[in-house]
């Protein structure tokens, strides 16, 4: 077991003893995803030792509403002390617990685990002080700065429930989610800063409480210099002042293993977003067990992940993960180009010795779009370097071989740049090169092999397994291990509907893609409406939502097509209402800006077509599957027999080329 605290040689890893089965003279991997599939009952017991429990769990999986799990029935915690107190109860309080860096403020702080600690106590104080308690919700709408953290944090500690939006998001978008969580409380900030660009929270705040019809009691602003904002009286709290006032914090409340920690909404084929449950100890245990065997990282390590705390992977590997794994973490305000010049990751990288780096592929190829040569990797010292993980949408071999190389030549040595998958649903990666058990040879476009814990199959659409290197659906066998999602807020119906009811006794990734012979995963792309925007996962429906809503249009459909550095960019079909008299070019220009206000600036919809049909199948349904093949130009495309009239296609095709 790896215990906060030990030295890393002393570290044994959980998952090494001998499995059941003969698999004892395999390699570490081999052997914990045997033990882990054959027995995960004690493979996931022993897991749960890397965490500190209130009441230690004598169970790991309650089966009894299969096809619903859940993890550690009977343990009771609490993730905020293990996240930070356990650390300084241990001796560790004056090790680096968070380093923010910004760019954007020109500031770099370190936070020690027993000044994050502290921060945190006071302000679960100032939020339980107003009532905020077990169970509550807290939506938290903030840039990348530390009191985000600590906010999240904060909720932890009290057993209330957070759900963090991204900044991106617009008003409509944030009203969506403050209604279906109803939460107690509203945590935001005057302001972010997207490069030189000061982004006004305020408005956007004030405009979704407009909007909403849940009424939070109480919001807290963190006022920053760069543009402090008015606070409304009797509703907006100065997070300084309050905190000024609250000397002492509050202690850390216990609650179930499998208590919600928090909701985390992401994009799903409907309009209406999806609010994934991520429980409290199948959480904490499966990034405990994660850091260590995943990312071999260990206790006085540093991770940097240039995320945000808005997305899945800022959750888990920004704050989660590494504060759990004693680790320093950095909190990273910036862009990859821009703040100021793509050399900004391997400056903070160097600076603050960073042993895993993490971000998103597109970032990678914005940074070789300013810098092919790789001249800024070159500057600077990245020998602390252990690990470069890429995840948020497929690493395309072209962006591998480059990263790959320019590592190589920067630092002389073969650094291993790793893709992994996973999804918000799965708050930790599925497939993986789990370099802490055992590094496997990389291909290019794979991201290696599936975590203990996670059975991958592909299948046909008839739920039919698949041979070696056949396409097909990618699926997991249930049940899925800790930390997967739990269910969809308030809504298990909709849990078992969109994930768990396509093939009886397996997950449903929504992706598509193949096993090779060597039994590596190669997950080629979504096989819904999803679309995967620089390393954003935005819903087509939502945007076509927004679209449909304007009343020069009779009907649209949104599909995402190949962009050089996005990976995917959104573009509009738009079929004009009868007798809608209007200027293509002005209306185009409306529904951007209808998009931008309605989804937010991050659904980056720069091109709609106004056509003169969709193609549609006899039954009625829009062909956009064939529509974003001849987009992108597909050798390959395919038209169903089923089309209404192959016309409307032929028609459209000048304009899906273009
Ligand atoms: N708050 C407010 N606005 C935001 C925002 C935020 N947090 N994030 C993005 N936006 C805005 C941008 O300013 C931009 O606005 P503009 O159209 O007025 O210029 C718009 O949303 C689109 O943003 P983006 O798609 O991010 O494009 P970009 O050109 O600004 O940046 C990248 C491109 C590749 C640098 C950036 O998308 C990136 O770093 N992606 C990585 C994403 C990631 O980490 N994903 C998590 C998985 S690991
Ligand atoms: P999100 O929920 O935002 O993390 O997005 C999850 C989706 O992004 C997945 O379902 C995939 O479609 C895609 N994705 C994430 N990581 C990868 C990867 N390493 N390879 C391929 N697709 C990925």
Redesign the pocket.
């Known amino acids: 077991m790896t215990h906060p605290g030990t030295p890393r040689d002393q570290q044994p890893t959980t998952g090494e003893q001998a499995p059941t089965g003969g698999h004892q003279t395999a390699d570490p991997y081999t052997r914990a995803a045997a033990r882990a599939a054959e027995d995960p009952e004690g493979f996931w017991l022993e897991a749960a030792g890397l965490i500190d429990w209130t009441t230690p769990p004598t169970r790991a999986l309650d089966d009894s509403r299969a096809p619903i799990y859940r993890w550690f029935p009977d343990g009771e915690l609490n993730v905020c002390y293990n996240a930070l107190d356990r650390h300084v109860i241990a001796g560790r309080g004056d090790d680096a617990a968070l380093v923010y860096d910004s760019p954007v403020t020109d500031t770099v702080r370190t936070y020690t685990y027993a000044e994050l600690t502290e921060l945190t106590a006071r302000f679960a104080r100032v939020l339980a002080d107003r009532g905020v308690g077990k169970g509550d919700r807290v939506i938290i709408y903030m840039p990348m700065i530390p009191e985000a953290v600590i906010s999240m944090l904060a909720c932890a500690r009290l057993g209330a429930v957070h759900s963090v939006v991204f900044g991106g998001f617009s008003a409509h978008e944030l009203a969506v989610r403050i209604d279906d969580t109803a939460p107690k409380a509203v945590i935001s900030t005057s302001c972010g800063i997207e490069r030189s660009r000061v982004i006004e929270y305020k408005p956007l705040l004030d405009r979704a409480l407009e909007l909403a019809e849940a009424r939070p009691e109480f919001t807290v602003i963190v006022q920053r210099p760069q543009h402090p904002c008015t606070l409304v009286e009797g509703r907006d709290l100065d997070y300084a002042e309050l905190m000024d006032a609250t000397p002492e914090g509050a202690p850390c409340t216990p609650v179930k293993a499998t208590d919600e920690l928090y909701v985390l909404y992401?994009s799903g084929t409907t309009g209406r977003p999806k609010g994934i449950v991520r429980d409290s100890g199948g959480y904490a245990t499966a990034l405990a067990w994660s850091l260590p065997n995943l990312f071999d990282l260990h206790p006085g390590d540093t991770m940097f992940t240039a995320s945000d705390v808005g997305?899945?992977?800022g959750h888990s590997y920004i704050v989660y993960a590494p504060l759990i794994g004693g680790v320093t973490t950095v909190l990273f305000e910036g862009k990859p180009i821009g703040t100021p010049d793509a050399s900004t990751f391997f400056r903070v990288v160097s600076e603050h010795r960073a042993n895993v780096f993490f971000a998103a592929p597109t970032a990678m190829r914005v940074i070789r779009k300013e810098d092919p040569e790789g001249a800024f990797m070159q500057q600077y010292d990245l020998s602390s370097v252990r690990g470069w993980f890429l995840?948020?949408?497929?690493?395309d071999p072209d962006t591998y071989a480059w990263t790959t190389e320019k590592l190589a030549a920067a630092t002389g040595r073969d650094i291993p740049v790793i893709?992994?998958?996973?999804?918000?649903?799965t708050g930790w990666p599925i497939a993986t090169n789990p370099i802490g058990l055992h590094r496997f040879p990389l291909k290019a476009g794979s991201?290696t092999k599936p975590v203990p814990g996670y059975q991958v199959e592909i299948v046909d659409a008839g739920g039919e397994p698949v041979p070696a290197g056949q396409d097909g659906l990618v699926v997991i066998r249930l049940p899925l291990p800790p930390g997967t999602m739990a269910t969809v807020w308030g809504d298990d119906e909709r849990f078992v509907s969109s994930y768990l009811s396509a093939f009886e006794g397996y997950y449903l990734?929504?992706?598509g893609g193949y096993l090779d012979e060597d039994g590596y995963v190669y997950?080629m792309?979504?096989t819904d409406d999803v679309i995967?925007v620089a390393g954003h996962?935005l819903s087509t429906g939502t945007m076509e939502a927004a679209i449909a809503a304007h009343p020069a249009v009779a009907e649209c459909a949104v599909i995402g097509v190949h962009d050089e550095t996005k990976g995917q960019v959104p573009r509009a079909f738009v079929v004009l209402a009868d007798g809608a008299d209007t200027d293509a070019e002005a209306l185009a220009g409306e529904l951007v800006t209808l998009v931008r206000s309605e989804v937010g600036p991050v659904a980056a919809l720069k091109r709609v077509d106004i056509v003169p049909a969709l193609p549609k199948t006899r039954s009625g349904k829009i062909l956009r599957k064939t529509m974003r093949e001849i987009a992108d130009h597909r050798s390959d495309v395919v038209v169903p027999s089923t089309i209404e009239d192959p016309e409307v296609l032929e028609r459209m095709r000048g304009a899906l080329e273009g």
């Open positions: 992401t997305w899945v992977v995840a948020g949408e497929r690493l893709d992994n998958w996973w999804q918000t649903e991201p990734t929504g992706d997950v792309g979504r995967n996962r």
